[in-house]
């Protein structure tokens, strides 16, 4: 079906696996077209409630963007170049089902920016992340300066990105970078794990979280609590805030049916 992913769909999680592993996964124009076809099938896919993303292979998440693409962009298709990157992770920030970056060796220039766009992050030991575009003579630019910014602040951001210097599962942790850091061995499986706890909860409530956290940063604090209110509102109007509170007070395990 794809070139470079491959896809899969078990027990309400999908799984899509960037499949150049010859190539460190790097996000060449057709790797990325496909991510993008990927994403709006599982957006409208009423079956799939969670995403595992992760990498082919041992060495590496996705090891950047290809240079050989880069090298011919001018100022005006670099922009392009940028802004459909851009829409693609928007596409996976915004998706509305919880997304995990299941992070395998190198996640360097586009890789981050893919896990940064997660709305989780579980790095293997050996994982190593990095924006190392300032030394091509460019900025990240599929989400990089924003997104890396508000989950580790900006004076982290600021050094990471001007030196371009590499860092560690360890060091993304203890930035608040990713969830968690597990042995190798142990990714998918703690990654399908954690899908799995997610796709137990009433979907809804999952959507309208998501989309309340995602506008944290986009917005006053006062347009945020009058967002929060509307769609805890639309949680209350749902069959499923209904079963919940029922079975807590009824002391019983909740039956959610998504509705």
């Not at 292979?57 to 459909?84: H, M, P, Q, Y």
């Amino acid at each position: 079906m794809y070139q470079n992913i491959l896809f899969e769909k078990k027990d309400h999680i999908a799984f899509v696996t960037i499949n150049r592993p010859e190539k460190l996964n790097a996000l060449n124009n057709q790797t990325m077209l496909e991510l993008r076809d990927v994403f709006l099938k599982i957006k409208t896919d009423d079956d799939i409630y969670a995403v595992i993303v992760t990498g082919a292979g041992e060495k590496a998440f996705v090891a950047g963007a290809d240079i050989s693409e880069l090298n011919k962009l001018d100022a005006v298709s670099g922009r392009e170049f940028a802004e459909r990157g851009q829409e693609i992770f928007n596409l996976i920030e915004n998706l509305g089902k919880p997304v995990i970056a299941a992070v395998n060796g190198y996640a360097l220039g586009g890789g981050s920016e893919l896990a940064w766009a997660c709305h989780f992050r579980i790095a293997s030991e050996n994982a190593i992340f990095g924006q190392p575009e300032i030394d091509l003579g460019i900025i990240p630019g599929y989400g990089g300066t924003q997104r890396l910014t508000r989950l580790v602040g900006k004076t982290k951001a600021m050094e990471l990105i001007l030196t371009g210097r590499k860092f560690t599962a360890k060091e993304a942790y203890e930035m608040g970078a990713v969830n968690k850091v597990v042995p190798q061995s142990e990714l998918l499986k703690e990654a399908e794990e954690l899908a799995k706890t997610l796709t137990s909860k009433p979907q809804i409530a999952v959507r309208m979280a998501i989309k309340a956290i995602n506008m944290a940063h986009e917005t006053t604090l006062s347009d945020g609590l009058h967002l929060e209110a509307t769609l805890f509102g639309i949680c209350c109007g749902t069959e499923d805030f209904k079963e919940g509170t029922s079975a807590f007070l009824e002391k019983r395990k909740p039956a959610f049916k998504n509705k």
